[in-house]
């Protein structure tokens, strides 16, 4: 769902970092003096994608990690006993 510029509804590129505040590119350029200032939505969009995705995988791969973890601690000690 797109963001909505805060004064005229349009569909918003740049927000104030931090803030639920949203601007199109007309009313940014209106009211900000310095648009490198200002954070394009599609960057913050982009990160809160690439955080979501290491959280997921994070569990998943710890979870593979503990199987092999688990394989080697067993054959080690299957080499203990046989000797």
């Known amino acids: ?3 909505k510029c805060i004064i005229c ?3 918003a590129k740049y927000s104030i970092k931090g ?5 199109c590119s007309e009313c940014a350029k209106e009211n900000f003096a ?3 200032m200002l954070v394009e939505v599609e960057e913050m969009a982009k990160k809160v994608k690439d955080l979501v995705e290491r959280r997921t ?3 998943q791969e710890e ?6 973890e688990d394989k080697e ?4 000690n299957d080499e203990s ?3």
Not at 63 to 68: A, R, T, V
Not at 73 to 76: A, C, N, P
């Open 81 to 83: 006993q046989t000797q």
């Open 9 to 11: 509804g349009e569909e």
């Open 73 to 76: 601690e067993t054959e080690s």
């Open 1 to 3: 769902m797109p963001k």
């Open 63 to 68: 979870e593979l990690n503990l199987h092999e």
């Open 19 to 23: 803030t639920r505040d949203h601007y």
């Open 34 to 36: 310095d648009l490198s």
């Open 57 to 59: 995988k994070a569990p």
